[in-house]
Nanobody, 133 residues
Framework: QVQLVESGGGSVQAGGSLRLLCVAS??????????LGWFRQAPGKEREGVAA???????TYADSVKGRFTISQDNAKNILYLQMNSLKPEDSAMYYC?????????????????????????WGQGTQVTVSS
């Protein structure tokens, strides 16, 4: 059974920073996922892909967070991170990490890991991020 547990969310003022963590565990299964991602969902909106990283370390970001958010992973500790800087009120949402054993790529000048929620089979419970103006 695969388990993803997020932490690090909270309330912050605009311009502030937060670092989200996602710890992966997998009883009887490998935690060597081919791709991992961070997603967010605000009330009344669809879930959107914020950032993704594949097993080769290639990353992709939503245009709305480029230059402000950084996705990274510590393979030895099975931890996925999302460093969020210069936060804006519109970044407020429930943030989820997700993973999959199958790598699905999209062309964006090079082959990059998918940020489509439908391409991910394993999900955490989410951590809330609230940014006040």
């Amino acid at each position: 059974q695969v388990q993803l547990v997020e932490s690090g969310g909270g309330s912050v003022q605009a311009g502030g920073s937060l670092r989200l963590l996602c710890v992966a565990s997998a009883h009887r299964y490998s935690t060597y996922f081919q791709m991992l991602g961070w997603f967010r969902q605000a009330p009344g909106k669809e879930r959107e892909g914020v950032a993704a990283i594949d097993s080769d370390g290639k990353t992709t970001y939503a245009d709305s967070v480029k230059g402000r958010f950084t996705i990274s992973q510590d393979n030895a500790k099975n931890i996925l991170y999302l460093q969020m800087n210069s936060l804006k009120p519109e970044d407020s949402a429930m943030y989820y990490c997700a993973a999959d054993y199958v790598l699905r790529r999209v062309w964006g000048g090079s082959w990059l890991p998918s940020r489509n929620p439908a391409d991910y089979n394993y999900w955490g419970q989410g951590t809330q991020v609230t940014v006040s103006s």
